[in-house]
C-alpha cells in the first residue's frame, strides 16, 4: 500500500460499513431507502440539489449548469443479499482485505465516489456532475432505466462506479446485452398406458426446443444460449401437458440479438397440437466498445500510469447500467473498488488498491 497516497484508507473503511451496515436486498425498498438517505445526506454536505425520482431513483447535481453537458455518474444501492446475510457473513476486515455482501458490488464504489467528490472543495468540472443513485440494478433496473437513459442525453460522458474486473483490475469498456425468456409449453394429457396416442407431451416438446434452440448460440461472435430452468409434468403415467423453460441469451451485438429473437419466435414443436407462448426478450441492449468509449478509457490509462500503476481493460458478460447509457453517450464502466466475489459469499474489497482506483476515479472526474 502507498504512503503517500492522499487519499485516507481508515475514512474509506467508515463510511463503506455505514452502508454495509443497512441491508439492502432490491426487493426491499425501505431498506433501500434507508440507504439513499444517507448517500443524499453526503450529497447535500457537498450542497448537491437532490431528488426524488418516480420508483426510488435519487438524482443528485453537482454544479450542474442548464444548456451544459455534464458528466454522469451511475450508481446503484440494491444487493443481491437478502436481510440477515450479516449474520452468516459478517463485516470483516482481514490483512489487505475487506469482506462484506454489497462491499464490492458496489458500494465501495458509492463510497470512493464520494471520497473523489469531497476533494473537489466543491469546485466542479464544466457543466457539472449528474449521480443517479438507482435502486434496482440487480433486478435489471424496472423503475429506473427510463431515468437513466434521459439522464445519458445531457452527458458528455458517463461514469460507472461498477467494480473493475476481479483480480485484473482491468476496466470494463464493453458488456454483453443481456435477454431472459420464458416458454411454456401446453400439451394435452393423457393417460400414459391406455390411451398415449391421445397426449401431446408438453416435455417432448420443451426437450426439442432446449437443443434446438441452445443450438444458435455462436460463441465465436459472443452470443450463448443456456437453458437454467425447466419444470414440467404431473405424474409418471400422465402424458405431460406442461412444461416450461427460462433462457438466459447473452449477445455482443444488436444484430445478433435480433437474429436469436426471430429464431426463438418461429421455432415450432414436432406436434402441431402443442401451444406455445413466450415471454420476455431482451432486457439490456449490448454495451458494445465504442470509440469515444476506448478514448475514455485511453485517458485513464494515462492518469494511472502518472499514478504508477498499469490499468487495462476489456469486454465482460455480466450488463449493467451502463448497457443503457452506452449506446446514447461515451460510457466507462469498471471505476469502483478492486475486489472480487461479486454476488459469492467470499465477496470483497482490495484495501491495497482501493486508494488507487479512488485517486484514478477523482483525476478522471477533472480531465474528462
Ligand atoms: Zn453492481
Not at 57 to 73: C, D, H, P, S, W
Request: hydrophobic fraction near 40%; proline fraction near 6%; aromatic fraction near 4%.
Amino acid at each position: 500500500m502507498k504512503t503517500d497516497s492522499p487519499v485516507d484508507l481508515r475514512a474509506l473503511l467508515k463510511d463503506l460499513k455505514t452502508l454495509v451496515d443497512i441491508e439492502s436486498p432490491s426487493t426491499d425498498l425501505a431498506a433501500i431507502s434507508r440507504v439513499m438517505n444517507v448517500v443524499e445526506g453526503w450529497a447535500r454536505d457537498l450542497s448537491a440539489e437532490t431528488r426524488a425520482l418516480p420508483g426510488g431513483t435519487r438524482e443528485m447535481n453537482f454544479g450542474v449548469q442548464e444548456g451544459k453537458k455534464y458528466i454522469l455518474v451511475l450508481a446503484h444501492v440494491d444487493t443481491v443479499w437478502p436481510h440477515r446475510t450479516l449474520q452468516g457473513m459478517p463485516w470483516r476486515e482481514d490483512g489487505d482485505r475487506v469482506y462484506g455482501p454489497g462491499t464490492y458490488d458496489m458500494k465501495a464504489g458509492i463510497v470512493g465516489l464520494f471520497h473523489a467528490l469531497r476533494s473537489f472543495n466543491k469546485k466542479w468540472p464544466e457543466g457539472g456532475i449528474r449521480l443517479m443513485v438507482t435502486p434496482d440494478e440487480e433486478i435489471g433496473s424496472p423503475t429506473s432505466r427510463g431515468h437513466i437513459e434521459q439522464a445519458a442525453k445531457g452527458a458528455r460522458a458517463v461514469l460507472v462506479v461498477e467494480p473493475p474486473v476481479a483480480d485484473s483490475h482491468h476496466l470494463k469498456t464493453g458488456r454483453k446485452g443481456t435477454g431472459q425468456y420464458i416458454i411454456t409449453f401446453t400439451g394435452i394429457a393423457s393417460h400414459a398406458g391406455n390411451k398415449p396416442s391421445e397426449g401431446a407431451s408438453a416435455i417432448t416438446a420443451a426437450a426439442e426446443a432446449v437443443l434446438a434452440l441452445q443450438g444458435l448460440a455462436r460463441p465465436d461472435v459472443g452470443t450463448t444460449i443456456s437453458v437454467g430452468k425447466i419444470s414440467g409434468g404431473t405424474a409418471t403415467n400422465v402424458v405431460p401437458a406442461e412444461c416450461s423453460i427460462d433462457i438466459d441469451l447473452r449477445v455482443s451485438t444488436m444484430s445478433e440479438a435480433e437474429r436469436v429473437d426471430k429464431a426463438i419466435h418461429g421455432w415450432k414443436p414436432g406436434d402441431g397440437r402443442v401451444k406455445v407462448s413466450i415471454k420476455g426478450g431482451l432486457n439490456r441492449p449490448p454495451f458494445e466498445q465504442s470509440p469515444g468509449t476506448l478514448a475514455l478509457y485511453e485517458k485513464a490509462k494515462v492518469i494511472a500510469a502518472d499514478l504508477g500503476f498499469e490499468l487495462g481493460h476489456e469486454v465482460v458478460g455480466g450488463g449493467s447500467d451502463g448497457n443503457f447509457t452506452a449506446p446514447i453517450a461515451p460510457t466507462l464502466d469498471g471505476l469502483g473498488s478492486p475486489g472480487d466475489g461479486a454476488h459469492a459469499s467470499h465477496e470483497h474489497v482490495r484495501l491495497d488498491r482501493w486508494p488507487d482506483h479512488v485517486q484514478l476515479l477523482t483525476r478522471l472526474i477533472q480531465e474528462v
